[in-house]
């Protein structure tokens, strides 16, 4: 067969069934696509810290001190002593502190989303997410075979009353539950007090686990905070927490971790032990010297002032640019906010837009690639984190002429 017919020819190959189930991710494919353009492109599409939120300088001088024989060899898999010690000690002044029996240090956030799911997910099980979703999480559980509800989310996150309903219908009872209780991803919204209590008692009725996914719980700017799961539930076996330094310091460390019950620790490191042996050593040897120094929490007040910018700007450019022709919501901290297309724009559909915008130079993610089911057509997740208040209003300017493009086509 020559070169041409081979790559032609299509392969049966023996895959297992859960194969049919690896549904890929349009958030993480972006960041491909977006590589190989050739023209200027505003990034609204990925949730990336800003690039002057990556203490970038700091990371390049510990770099270069930590590479020792230590970072060259395996470590252990629940993760490198000294960032453990470091993170119980940081975690002891936020709102969810934790001991370090209860800790593994995963690859980051989605590891954590993975090692649940490996825990708690059988194949052809009912697991409840949020709807908009980050949708890698539910393809996560989908890739262990789950069975989704999507429950719709409002300005007060998760819409928690109408989960007896909903799970009634399935004549199911439900063995998870994945929330992003803080700004959310994708629609930035919070996760109310009440709601939070009624998805607890909620989780215990079924037995089920609460996947608490939580990574922007630390960037609130505005609002006042809500207690967590945590902190209304403490010691709560079927709270799970996903937790990642992916979007306070940087998510090319690729390191997070997880925190639950110690009864499950050794499974979660058994899992990991089946999965990458132990997260990226040196990686954790520059966080865990960067928390050493102390400057965590000036990082993370400085950053919360630029993505408090950043959101107004943004809030500020939709409105000048669309006009009546939208809402939005207003989230008080995170990096995302959600826009539904209104009046004249309103039967549009965004994934036909997507490819309209990119050739005007704005990338965004389409609604129906932020929900399992393919929802929300006319709707768009803007990142406002990744982008100066100058190129927000041009890439919402360039959102402006992709609109009117779409809509005379
Ligand atoms: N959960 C949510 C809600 C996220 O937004 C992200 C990152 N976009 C993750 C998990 C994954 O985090 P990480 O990059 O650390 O794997």
């Keep these: 067969m020559t070169a041409t017919e081979l790559s032609h020819h299509s392969p049966t190959f023996p895959l297992a069934g859960r194969a049919k189930d690896l549904v890929g991710s349009m958030i993480d494919s972006s960041t491909s696509l977006l590589a190989a353009q050739q023209h200027d492109i505003v990034r609204f599409a990925m949730g990336s810290p800003a690039d002057e939120a990556v203490p970038?300088?700091?990371?390049?001088?510990?770099?270069?001190s930590i590479l020792d024989h230590t970072?060259?060899?395996?470590?252990?898999s629940e993760g490198e002593p000294r960032l453990l010690d470091l993170l119980v000690k940081y975690l002891a002044g936020t709102p969810d502190p934790a001991s370090e029996d209860r800790l593994v240090i995963t690859?980051?956030?989605?590891?954590?989303?993975?090692?649940?799911?490996?825990?708690?997910?059988?194949?052809?099980?009912?697991?409840?997410?949020?709807?908009?979703?980050?949708?890698?999480?539910s393809a996560t559980a989908l890739s262990y075979g789950a069975q989704l509800l999507e429950v719709p989310v409002d300005d007060e996150g998760m819409m928690v009353d109408l989960l007896p309903d909903l799970v009634a219908r399935t004549h199911r009872t439900p063995k998870a539950i994945y929330t992003i209780p803080n700004f959310q991803n994708p629609s930035g919204v919070t996760l109310s007090l009440e709601r939070r209590k009624a998805l607890l008692e909620m989780a215990h009725k079924w037995g089920a686990v609460i996947i608490d996914d939580d990574p922007y719980a630390l960037l609130r700017f505005s609002g006042e905070e809500i207690p967590t799961f945590r902190t209304l539930s403490p010691d709560d076996p079927l709270l799970f927490s996903v937790r990642t330094f992916s979007k306070i310091l940087a998510p090319g460390w690729r390191v997070g971790w997880v925190d639950a019950d110690p009864a499950l620790r050794q499974l979660l490191i058994?899992?990991?032990?089946?999965?990458?042996?132990?997260?990226?050593?040196?990686?954790?040897?520059?966080?865990?010297?960067?928390i050493s120094r102390g400057g965590l929490d000036d990082h993370l007040v400085s950053i919360r002032e630029l993505y408090r910018i950043r959101r107004d700007a943004m809030l500020t450019s939709l409105q000048s640019h669309l006009g009546e022709d939208y809402t939005s919501t207003n989230p008080d901290g995170g990096f995302f906010l959600w826009?539904?297309?209104?009046?004249?724009?309103?039967g549009l559909d965004t994934r036909e837009l997507f490819e309209i915008a990119l050739a005007q130079g704005v990338a965004f993610?389409?609604?129906?690639?932020?929900?399992?089911?393919?929802h929300f057509r006319n709707a768009l997740r803007l990142c406002f984190a990744s982008s100066t208040p100058e190129r927000i209003d041009e890439g919402v300017r360039r959102l402006k002429s992709a609109l009117d493009l779409a809509l005379a086509a």
Excluded at 56 to 64: D, K, L, T, V
Excluded at 112 to 136: M, Q
Excluded at 339 to 346: D, H, P, S
């Design 71 to 76: 970072s060259f060899t395996y470590g252990a």
């Design 365 to 374: 993610i389409p609604g129906p690639a932020l929900s399992p089911g393919g």
């Design 56 to 64: 970038a300088e700091e990371f390049r001088e510990i770099a270069g």
């Design 107 to 137: 690859t980051g956030g989605m590891q954590g989303l993975d090692l649940a799911c490996k825990l708690f997910v059988d194949p052809g099980d009912l697991v409840i997410t949020e709807s908009p979703t980050y949708t890698n999480g």
């Design 270 to 290: 058994n899992g990991k032990q089946a999965m990458d042996t132990c997260t990226n050593v040196p990686n954790q040897h520059i966080v865990a010297e960067y």
């Design 339 to 346: 826009v539904t297309l209104q009046g004249k724009y309103e």
